[in-house]
């Protein structure tokens, strides 16, 4: 059965009380199907009897994938006891993402419930930098020192294969836990027996450190195409390790962070459908502000022309086209360069280059664009203006396409030489800075060639 | 030393001659990063220089990491031996994805270099459909029988080791080759040496049909967080395997055509550092040619009210702000819809409980930009049409915001439901529709407050 109809059939014996066949097919259901199935039902009681109705063994395991917001309302429903047993089981790295999402005071009530071996690593994970990677890692992992045999490691490893979230990289540490070596279990385990460790290490090993932001954990896991990641303190001290798992949770995030920025709406971190209305409008009215002044200065840019359309009113017709392309443009060049900075397919330094070739593609676009719209404004002005208004509207359509397609692909560059997100280079803002640019250079070439009252200044 | 810090010294160690230095730089540099060095170079001599400096047993993987147009470069410059030499060491996903990059009259040419048994697994892969899970997998696994002891297993798995990408889990096939499990290495090294494979059997395993959509992997992968997945034929037959990372690369891609579709832009699937100038405007001219259609619909709309504007051309002045904040707030839900459907936060069946909350938000965010659009109306209008201007703007404000918002919503779940992906409401779209009716509904509501002339229809 597919994944959705597993979950369909699960809410359904679940609404009909029908306990035996739950029991059932939960038994037979991944725990990650059963979370998303947790997360669709609406009702809090039938939530917590789904939950409580898991084996314990997989209750805790179920729970990890829950969103935070879900785990919040699973734990405050469950009794003390078994609660204070879920945060125990849980995995350093995930009860440590399900403490930093909670608010002060429910973060106190639920430190509570924790005791004081499990307190006190969530306290030093919690004491690294948000976002950081000590925020992403598990403390838990396995390792081996150089001179042991490899049937010692090995030995070793299984015996503590419970305490590590994952295997497929054996670490190599020194008597005072740095990291000397990460080896792969494959080599270990192709490896003759009475073989030393240190005869398998290379010491050729990724290791980033604790304090780091995530996202150059995300480059070094998806740079080197490897599923777990050593984590130093600046000493070199192993710490702990992260995964590729987390990882991809992570880009997912911050790819929906680029997103958001892209369409103008402060970063969420939350699901849509979890989202109140209020939060909603706090991340979007922010943007609509600002590209509302910068919309005024549009109206000041029309205001000068105002005696120019008087006489020849004609011009208003073509006034949102115009604009309008120039913004489009402006938007596929942003778009084109926001991704391929954010991911490394071009860097700052490759700016000129960019500028030169952007400059050719919107040249070719903008005579595109500039002879059709011609055709338009010589059957709008008649036989009269005919000439004369083709001569504006395609001229004007020429510059601004290509006066767009320049802002659009140099401010995500600006953005991030100065350090900042290229992506805050959203499309509703480089559409309103080029309706600005953009009207300007309409009214202008359309004083000159019609031979326009001059601007009021 | 830091990543971008060796490319740097490789590239001026290349240009300064230093070849012995050069040599020992080589040796300590991870195979990604001297491939990125590689693409970095303009001079082809120095490209095939670099390459060739390479230890024999390091080519192939270096080639791996190179992108398929400069693997394309490479393998022209190199001789025919060594070319057939890296095409046959190549791991069969990589084969098949630098084959399905080239030109039909380049394709035929490099399988020519391909000995009897690379093509016929090569046109075997290559014949499964573009974007398909057949198109990714490698078809060297190692699999093992479910009535063989675990310490056989183990030796059978040393020994086939060097044939598989990964051995992080264990396929347990039957006599026929139809897949009965998949095993987690770490379960086998634990397990007791004389316990038959069956006993650690589950059969809660993933496996995906060669000739599904890659989307397939890249969900499954995802949502169970496992490292590698069994691709089957359709009699369940085992055929190869995916491995994650080669998942995080095809939904990097994907992401990318999202973000360019909502750019309005088609899909490059090239990097736009090799993208061609004449390759990028086809790419982008289709949507702004369409675009320039729907906003030639914005100046009829305007031509409607032409004696309305010469009435009171102060109603051109806030003309660009109405319409650019309703395709603002149009963006900004687009947006945030389209990345929901993406990542499957939300689905099509949510629609009316998101258009209820969406209609919630653009009513706030409507008021208060009415409301600050009115002031300036007032102060705009001066004391004879003050009052009457702060009401049309300040309504028409209002009204533009909600529409605008409820486009960008609902168009991405319109699309999603009629099988197109949602990313083609692109920002540029939304914005050109929201153009539109910004510009009726604003003329509207003048029409009526301000008595102005009735429109031309």
Same mark, same amino acid.
């Given at each position: 059965m597919s994944e959705k109809g597993a979950i369909i059939e699960l809410i359904a014996l679940l609404k009909l009380e029908k306990d035996r066949e739950l029991n059932e097919t939960l038994d037979e259901m991944a725990v990650q199907d059963i979370a998303e199935a947790i997360s669709q039902i609406d009702d809090e009681s039938d939530r917590l009897k789904l939950f409580t109705m898991l084996p314990q063994e997989r209750r805790t395991d179920t729970f990890s994938y829950l969103s935070q917001n879900q785990q919040r309302i699973i734990l405050s429903l469950l009794d003390n006891g078994e609660a204070r047993r879920v945060l125990h089981e849980l995995v350093p790295d995930d009860r440590t993402a399900f403490l930093e999402s909670l608010d002060p005071e429910e973060l106190e009530g639920f430190l509570k419930l924790l005791g004081p071996e499990d307190l006190k690593q969530s306290l030093k994970l919690l004491g690294y930098p948000e976002e950081s990677i000590g925020r992403l890692m598990t403390p838990r992992f396995v390792s081996v020192r150089p001179n042991w045999t490899v049937a010692r490691a090995l030995d070793h490893i299984r015996h503590e294969a419970h305490r590590g979230e994952t295997v497929n990289f054996v670490f190599v540490t020194d008597e005072r836990g740095r990291l000397l070596d990460a080896i792969k279990l494959k080599d270990l385990i192709l *490896?003759?027996?009475? *073989?030393?460790v240190e005869a398998l290490m290379k010491e050729a090993f990724y290791s980033v450190q604790a304090s780091a932001d995530r996202e150059e954990a995300v480059q070094v896991i998806q740079h080197y195409d490897i599923n777990s990641l050593a984590v130093t303190d600046k000493n070199g001290v192993m710490l702990g390790i992260v995964t590729v798992d987390d990882i991809m949770d992570v880009a997912e995030q911050e790819i929906t962070e680029d997103f958001h920025k892209l369409g103008a709406t402060g970063s969420l971190n939350i699901s849509i459908r979890e989202a109140s209305p209020t939060f909603l409008y706090r991340k979007r009215i922010g943007w609509l502000m600002i590209l509302v002044l910068v919309n005024l200065v549009s109206g000041l840019a029309i205001a000068m022309f105002e005696d120019a359309i008087e006489a020849v009113i004609a011009l208003v017709f073509f006034l949102p086209l115009i604009i309008a392309s120039a913004g489009n443009a402006g938007s596929q060049s942003a778009t084109l360069m926001v991704r391929a900075l954010a991911i490394g397919d071009v860097e700052v330094k490759d700016w000129l280059q960019l500028w030169i070739k952007e400059f050719s593609v919107a040249l070719g676009l903008g005579i595109t664009m500039g002879l059709a719209v011609s055709l338009v404004g010589f059957w709008r002005g008649g036989p009269e203006l005919g000439i004369q208004l083709a001569m504006v509207v395609g001229f004007a359509m020429l510059a601004v396409v290509i006066m767009g397609a320049m802002i659009g692909m140099l401010l995500p560059f600006i953005l991030q030489r100065l350090n900042m997100d290229p992506a805050t280079a959203s499309t509703p803002l480089i559409t309103s800075v080029a309706d600005v640019v953009g009207i300007l250079i309409y009214f202008s070439i359309a004083s000159l060639i019609l031979t326009l009252p001059s601007p009021v200044t």
């Open positions: *490896a003759r027996q009475d *073989a030393k």
